[in-house]
């Protein structure tokens, strides 16, 4: 099975750069920092909250396309989200889940305890049954190239469930510290501003509206 | 609720500039939410719990939007750790608003969400107004969408049964 790492890897070297991604909390976020530091990414979105931050993101700005790096715990919690975004069915929307079907094995030398995907759960059937038609499984590099690069250039919402080791046997190297929530917002929200004209910070304290 | 009653609180969104709504319907506030998701100027994205929906006000403030939750006081505590996250972690300004049931003068007895509500919002250091006249209803939605972009953090709105009943 491949590791997130590999698949990582080639994500970075396949994605435009306007690509927007929303990375969920851990390794994601932290490997995600590392192997492609961008104002382009929102980083840390916790869990339950990334495939939904990233509809938002993705209804607010439909001429971006928006890549939510989510992960089969974090999914999971806030499952429903999948039925608001089959609903909402935005063309620029790809989820991509990184399925290692435990919690915390990636922080560990052991696998966690298992998640529904580490039992029967299958996420591609879920999400198809939830009405997004392009719902599909990877467990390899060529594959998951293949998917990822059909779903940027076709209308979404795409899912795609790409099923990873258990635990990260390998992972980048720590160059760089990683941006927090705080220093991150403002980075991607003044990224944003430029690319896309639009206000999002305000006008700060004392000035209203 | 009366329809005009409902148009107040409308009016008080569009006064703030609101342009984009999530939540999950409330029984007794579904006037509100039948005419935000029908109003042209309002994206309103229903969602299938309040959590949820505050991931996707996030993601929509990112885009430039000036995004509202629009949850009822159970649906406040579904969304509590996302919303912790969002005003406490990230720093990132939703207006909330929510029909304050429970409090003194509802004719139902919903004394649990009393005791959780604003103990809740205090938790989460999201400051709040509770609106106990119609007439107030609009300048203080308005107020605290103003005050909640300028310091970057969530504000919330609770609408009694005195202001909306």
């Given at each position: 099975?491949?590791?997130?790492?590999?698949?990582?890897?080639?994500?970075?070297?396949?994605?435009?750069?306007?690509?927007?991604?929303?990375?969920?909390?851990?390794?994601?976020?932290?490997?995600?920092?590392?192997?492609?530091?961008?104002?382009?990414?929102?980083?840390?979105?916790?869990?339950?909250?990334?495939s939904a931050?990233?509809l938002?993101?993705?209804?607010?700005?439909?001429?971006?396309?928006?890549?939510?790096?989510?992960?089969?715990?974090?999914?999971?919690?806030?499952?429903?989200v999948l039925g608001t975004v089959a609903n909402e069915s935005p063309?620029?929307l790809?989820i991509?889940?990184?399925?290692?079907?435990?919690?915390?094995?990636?922080?560990?030398?052991?696998?966690?305890?298992?998640?529904?995907?580490?039992?029967?759960?299958?996420?591609?059937?879920?999400g198809?049954?939830c009405g997004i038609?392009?719902?599909?499984?990877?467990?390899?590099?060529?594959?998951?190239?293949?998917?990822?690069?059909?779903?940027?250039?076709?209308?979404?919402p795409?899912l795609?469930?790409?099923?990873?080791?258990?635990?990260?046997?390998?992972?980048?190297?720590?160059?760089?510290?990683?941006?927090?929530?705080?220093?991150?917002?403002?980075?991607?929200?003044?990224?944003?501003?430029?690319?896309?004209?639009?206000?999002?910070?305000?006008?700060?304290?004392?000035?209203?509206? | 609720?009366?329809?005009?009653?409902?148009?107040?609180?409308?009016?008080?969104?569009?006064?703030?500039?609101?342009?984009?709504?999530?939540?999950?319907?409330?029984?007794?506030?579904?006037?509100?939410?039948?005419?935000?998701?029908?109003?042209?100027?309002?994206?309103?994205?229903?969602?299938?719990?309040?959590?949820?929906?505050?991931?996707?006000?996030?993601?929509?403030?990112?885009?430039?939007?000036?995004?509202?939750?629009?949850?009822?006081?159970?649906?406040?505590?579904?969304?509590?750790?996302?919303?912790?996250?969002?005003?406490?972690?990230?720093?990132?300004?939703?207006?909330?608003?929510?029909?304050?049931?429970?409090?003194?003068?509802?004719?139902?007895?919903?004394?649990?969400?009393?005791?959780?509500?604003?103990?809740?919002?205090?938790?989460?250091?999201?400051?709040?107004?509770?609106?106990?006249?119609?007439?107030?209803?609009?300048?203080?939605?308005?107020?605290?969408?103003?005050?909640?972009?300028?310091?970057?953090?969530?504000?919330?709105?609770?609408?009694?049964?005195?202001?909306?009943?």
């Amino acid at each position: 099975m491949v590791t997130r790492f590999a698949l990582l890897k080639e994500l970075a070297s396949i994605i435009p750069d306007d690509i927007l991604i929303v990375a969920s909390i851990g390794n994601n976020s932290g490997f995600w920092g590392q192997i492609k530091d961008r104002e382009s990414n929102l980083l840390h979105v916790t869990m339950g909250m990334c495939s939904a931050t990233a509809l938002g993101l993705a209804l607010a700005l439909p001429d971006r396309r928006v890549i939510a790096l989510d992960a089969d715990g974090n999914l999971t919690l806030n499952l429903g989200v999948l039925g608001t975004v089959a609903n909402e069915s935005p063309k620029n929307l790809t989820i991509i889940v990184m399925d290692n079907g435990n919690y915390l094995g990636s922080h560990k030398d052991e696998p966690g305890m298992p998640t529904a995907t580490g039992g029967k759960m299958n996420l591609e059937g879920v999400g198809r049954q939830c009405g997004i038609a392009s719902s599909s499984t990877v467990q390899d590099v060529e594959s998951f190239r293949d998917k990822v690069q059909s779903a940027l250039s076709r209308p979404g919402p795409h899912l795609i469930d790409a099923r990873i080791e258990a635990l990260d046997s390998d992972r980048p190297a720590r160059a760089k510290r990683i941006a927090d929530p705080r220093q991150n917002k403002y980075q991607f929200a003044n990224y944003i501003e430029k690319a896309a004209g639009v206000q999002i910070i305000g006008g700060g304290l004392g000035n209203f509206g | 609720m009366k329809p005009e009653k409902a148009r107040l609180v409308l009016a008080g969104l569009k006064e703030a500039g609101v342009n984009f709504a999530a939540g999950v319907p409330d029984a007794q506030f579904i006037q509100v939410y039948r005419m935000v998701a029908a109003d042209p100027d309002i994206r309103y994205v229903g969602t299938a719990n309040e959590a949820e929906a505050a991931g996707v006000a996030m993601g929509a403030w990112f885009g430039g939007m000036r995004p509202a939750l629009i949850i009822a006081t159970s649906g406040l505590l579904v969304a509590t750790y996302h919303l912790a996250r969002i005003n406490l972690l990230h720093e990132v300004p939703l207006l909330i608003v929510i029909p304050y049931r429970g409090d003194l003068g509802d004719p139902r007895w919903m004394g649990l969400y009393q005791k959780t509500t604003e103990p809740a919002l205090k938790a989460m250091d999201i400051p709040y107004r509770v609106v106990t006249r119609s007439a107030d209803i609009a300048r203080t939605i308005k107020d605290c969408q103003e005050s909640a972009r300028a310091w970057l953090r969530c504000a919330a709105v609770l609408l009694t049964e005195e202001a909306l009943w």
